[in-house]
């Protein structure tokens, strides 16, 4: 339970006084947690550094004030693990870990609990060392953290379009500091929603499949995603845009039957390379338009 615990407040705190821009922004800008942090993941210390000054400071969050010394220590340590995880630059080292480390142990205790390969008897998953448990709950995590790419179509686009504003904002922001405008956050050029094929296939759908290998009760996510992507891969066939998707090799979908993507208007096509025209049921949420 302690586990849990801490996997819902890491959930809930990992964004906590977010700045709107990212890792690489603080870091050539010199912002002061950049500097505080060593330019080692800026964000995501800051994160973990300001909810623990408010536990700390704030008699109304202090929660765990009674708690024995040896749980708090505990909670805190997964807290700082799981949250820095989500740093994007480590991604691919953390899901390698994951996808090496955990089906490995799970097949070993899979044949020694079943001889006869009955899937009925054999053991749940259970991990002892507490590298590989701190391991799961980061990547638990860091699916929750990508969580409205596996959700609703409407639901995603509205994150989207949030999210591609607080980029260029940030462009915005690089511009009047005479610093070179980050890729995909130049108003003036397509943003993340031309990206989007390329991110699935690339980190979303290869993240899932990894993931429901272990917990199999997860397909539903990858499922969405995988409608999700389909429904990305005919937004850029309708635009043009050929290159959307990346050089990378497409993640395979057997198995995984994403179905038709609703929503999706080919002939409003405007051509001029923004998606928006081609999704019927787009609306950007209030805040992304202010």
Not at 70 to 98: C, G, P, Q, Y
Not at 109 to 133: F, M, T, V, Y
Not at 208 to 228: E, H, I, R, S
């Amino acid at each position: 339970k302690m586990e849990l615990m801490s996997a819902y407040l890491a959930a809930i705190v990992h964004d906590f006084e977010h700045k709107g821009v990212n890792n690489d922004f603080l870091i050539k800008s010199s912002d002061g947690l950049a500097v505080r942090y060593n330019d080692r993941s800026p964000m995501e210390n800051h994160h973990v550094a300001a909810t623990w000054e408010l536990m700390t400071e704030s008699a109304s969050c202090s929660f765990m004030a009674h708690t024995g010394h040896k749980i708090r220590k505990s909670v805190r340590e997964l807290v700082i693990e799981m949250v820095l995880a989500t740093d994007m630059t480590l991604h691919f080292s953390h899901n390698s870990l994951f996808n090496t480390k955990i089906p490995a142990l799970l097949e070993s205790r899979n044949k020694a609990g079943s001889p006869s390969g009955d899937p009925a008897h054999r053991p749940q998953l259970s991990i002892d060392a507490d590298e590989l448990r701190t391991l799961v709950l980061q990547l638990v995590l860091k699916c929750a953290d990508l969580g409205h790419l596996a959700h609703q179509e409407q639901v995603h686009m509205n994150w989207v379009l949030a999210l591609e504003e607080e980029m260029f904002r940030q462009g915005d922001r690089e511009k009047a500091m005479n610093m070179s405008v980050s890729p995909l956050m130049d108003r003036t050029k397509t943003g993340i929603t031309k990206s989007q094929p390329g991110f699935y296939s690339m980190v979303v759908i290869p993240q899932l499949q990894g993931f429901c290998k272990v917990f199999p009760d997860t397909k539903p996510m990858l499922k969405q995603a995988a409608c999700n992507y389909q429904m990305w891969l005919e937004v850029t066939a309708a635009n043009g845009d050929r290159d959307a998707g990346g050089s990378a090799k497409p993640p395979s979908l057997s198995g995984i039957s994403p179905g038709p993507s609703p929503g999706l208007s080919p002939s409003s096509s405007s051509g001029s390379g923004s998606v928006a025209p081609t999704l019927t049921r787009l609306k950007a949420p209030h805040h992304a338009a202010s």
